[in-house]
């Protein structure tokens, strides 16, 4: 099993930055595929990005290509997602995510086994 812990949301203006952070304990990171997602109020929860094991490939939604940015630090059990250029519409819980025992999860949450608590990303207009 592995735990998964986000930090790093909080509110921040419109055209604003923000780096998430999801830290991960338990078995070895690297065998795990990393996702983030998200759920805004009285939404369905989406996917954001995702990362493969090994960090070679990653892949966007198409609302966050060009301004969010996944990445992972193998060495330290953590997958990032930096965002910039924030939009009210980005609003929302976001999610880490892992995957084990495959190199890609990919953007369906059914091929996720680990979900993290969330961290709220609040962008103002």
């Known amino acids: 099993q592995v735990q998964l812990v986000e930090s790093g949301g909080g509110l921040v203006q419109a055209g604003g930055s923000l780096r998430l952070s999801c830290v991960a304990s338990g078995r070895t990171f690297t065998s795990y595929a990393t996702g983030w997602f998200r759920q805004a109020p009285g939404k369905e929860r989406e996917f954001v990005a995702a990362i493969s094991r090994s960090g070679g490939s990653t892949n966007y939604a198409d609302p966050v290509k060009g301004r969010f940015a996944i990445f992972r630090d193998n060495a330290k059990n953590t997958v990032y997602l930096r965002m910039n250029s924030l939009k009210p519409e980005d609003t929302a819980i976001y999610y880490c995510?892992?995957?084990?025992?495959?190199?890609?999860?990919?953007?369906?949450?059914?091929?996720?086994?680990?979900w993290g608590q969330g961290t709220q990303v609040t962008v103002s207009s």
């Open positions: 995510a892992a995957a084990g025992e495959v190199e890609w999860g990919g953007p369906a949450p059914s091929r996720y086994d680990y």
